[in-house]
């Protein structure tokens, strides 16, 4: 299956404004990519790009007064499969885990770990350790969540989507990395395209969407806790701590977001 992914945003800027951009797919599936995602502007401007410390890619720009235009179109190849299921994928002990996945277990600007500790173990530390427990997390999360784009807060961590029981698909995967983590389980958020193929209409407006992946049985799983179930056609952007890790733009000075368009389907 091939699928065309793509973008554009238009801001308008008062001034030139230095910009980082997390918006090229993930380098672990560049092996997948038909035509490359390739970042264009308007008007043109220099576009250095480097990697995080996360391995995700990056690009910087400064973009000039007025109307400024982001853009990209590409294509990408996919098994067409769901998200792979592992449910017999073991839980490790803290001190058997890897290095490189010791800071996915601590707390982080959006997932409040020391608030939510003594929470997350009332309600999951009944539950088997490993995939069953971060599927219950999952199980619990969906159905805790209302769903409610018109509510969207940038600032909503974990905790306060516990509390308030509402959010979008980023809230849902901080309350439950928070969760994991508090858990002793490694988990990380992620961004990206996700189709909508396989799924019965109607259809929601395209957007970035954000899940988690959590380190189970010496590998990373994905789960989902906003659709709870495994879908098809996930194309990973980036991975970090948080979405503060992996904001699609970061703008260091005034800005307004004029359009906001995102598209991934399966190509014709």
Known sequence: MQIAIGYELIYQLPQATPMLLVLNVHHSRVADIIVPDILTTTPQVPVTTYRDGFGNWCSRLVAPAGRFRLASAGTVWDSGLPDPQHPNAQQHEVQDLPVETLEFLLGSRYCETDELTETAWALFGHTPPGWARVQAVCDFVHKHIKFDYMQARATRTAAQAFRERVGVCRDYAHLAVAFCRCLNIPARYCTGYLSDIGEPPPYTPG?????????????????DPRNNKPRQGR????????????????TFGPNTLESFTVWTHEAI
């Open 207 to 223: 957007d970035f969407a954000g899940w988690f992946e959590a380190y189970l049985g010496g590998a990373w799983h994905t789960f």
């Open 235 to 250: 194309v990973l952007i980036a991975y970090g701590r948080d979405a503060m890790d992996v904001a699609i733009t970061h």
